[in-house]
């Protein structure tokens, strides 16, 4: 990330180096990487068979099922579930119709999308000036981040979104760098089509839409005139299909209309009350988004300031700070602001909806500690991003000092001093944001309901799967910060402190490695196909909702009193007495029990 850089000046002018594309050993080494990220989350992920992360999950496959031709649902009254992510599933249910397969190549379409983080980070590295195989290392390390591993199996937008964000940088920098104009026109064009198509995916789209038409608007003076209009355009256009797509799944999916949440946004944008909710919900996220980093996200936004901050910056690396803060600070307001009190822990500190811009906060942590401690030893060629970046440097060991130009040499803040410095801010900016969170919540974080799936990285921290520690979660992320920072001192080798992250990152992943599940019953009723299959509406959502998904063969009805005629399998509340004359019970577990008559 560019917000990672701490720049200088180049001693003296230099002609630009001509970037040279990866080599076939490098390519190679891409490709396997890749595919050894592939096999590490389909491994994680074996035991993974059915939807566990409801309503999301369900909400999802069934979008994908119906838009490839099957069944639907009515999912009246739940939150929209948005087209864009679903639409990568459709050729599942071209395939095959049954629940249980379809459910495991979703899980291995996440685990591609996600690994498919590795390839464009390396990208992304190499825009900002990293040699070649320093760039394979840091990216294929970022891409074991907890963001990129823990959604990857389930069937959830979140397995594409930090993609997604990654892919948009890269076609941001490659809009606003200095290059061919036709280069620029298609880095518009994909810049706006990622935007719209993150928008169809999820509301948190939206922000990284507005984002991309505020850079769009501020540097229309300093834009190619096509290029300007390509990001335009395709911003547009994208948001336009996908806002169609979206109401056709609508009206079909939906037909008493979903969850509505703007009069509750209204309500917080405009209240004091409100705008402490959101405030102190956005302070909870950028917590968890440093926590779940292990401090790299704090280091990172405060080499974004200090790079915002320099007026005579280069203006790639600027506009990607800014576009990066934004993005993050309006994800985690806007996200905050439309959430519903659900009486749980993950409504003052949550992650999830940060983890799209988790990876690129990781590398710009990495890449400033890294660039303050470095020194240069004299004067050095500039990137091809003309951004004051050296080459990398010639020789055996030149992809490990391949890191671009660090801070200054001397002076009062060179060296081992800012590596401190940013990691006392990065730990101010854990102690601020955890702190607003533990005083506006209170004895909320203790009352409320502590959801596992909400706090994977903190768990981690803590070894306490039941509650939110935030003292011990922020001292233990500020401890692996400070093993991070002291590695970035020790001069030999130059990538220890990425070797650290490394070792951190596989713990974590360890710590995820499944165990087999216990054998026992399934817990949802089991209707045989082909018929008409319905549900009373006294029947809880989390059976009802995932039983859409199971019954594959027919859109499931809903009733009140007298299931219907000519259905042959009805589910009603377990103690609903005994059946009406023709109907036998056939199964009565957790809540419900079902009725048939074929």
Known sequence: MTTAFILS???????????RGAGPRLRWLLVLGWIAQVALRL?????????????????????????AGGAGADLSGSTFYQ?????LLVPIFWLTSDPWLAYRLAVGVGAVAAASAYPVAYVLLRRLGVSGRAALVLAFVAGLSPALVVFSGYALADAVLPVVVLGWLVALHDLVADGPGRRRVLAGLGAGGLAAYAMAVHLRGTVIVAVCLLVAVTLWRRLPRAALLAILASAVAGAVAGDVLNRALRAALYPGGPRDLSGLLVERLTSLEGQAWALSGAAGQLWYLIAGTWGLAGVGMAGAVTLLARRRAPLAPRVLAGALLLLTLGIAYASSAALPDEHRVGNFAYGRYLACVAVAW??????????????????ARPAPTGIGLPAPAAGRRAGWRGLGRPAAAGGRWGGPLRVVWLVVVAAGLLAVTGGVTAWYA??????????????PEVIFLTRTPGSL?????????????????????????GMLAVGVLALVQVAFVAHLAPAPPAPGPDWLPAPSPPGRVAVEEGVKWNVWVPLSYRVWWTRIERFRGTPPEGVCTAVVPQDAGPPPAGWTTTGARHGWATWSRC
């Open 43 to 67: 491994w994680l992920n074996r035991y993974h068979t059915t939807p566990v992360a409801n309503p999301d999950e369900t909400g999802y496959l069934l979008a994908a099922r119906w838009l």
């Open 362 to 379: 990781t590398l710009a942590g990495l890449l400033t500690l890294l660039r303050a401690r470095r020194l240069p030893a004299g004067p």
């Open 469 to 493: 520690d935030l003292v011990a979660a922020s001292l233990s992320a500020l401890a692996l910060l400070a093993c991070l920072a002291g590695a970035t001192l020790v001069r030999r080798p």
């Open 83 to 87: 087209a864009g992510y679903a639409l």
């Open 9 to 19: 000046t180049p001693a003296r002018p230099v002609p630009p180096v001509r970037r």
């Open 442 to 455: 209170g004895d909320r974080l203790r009352r409320h309901a502590f959801i596992a799936f909400d706090f």
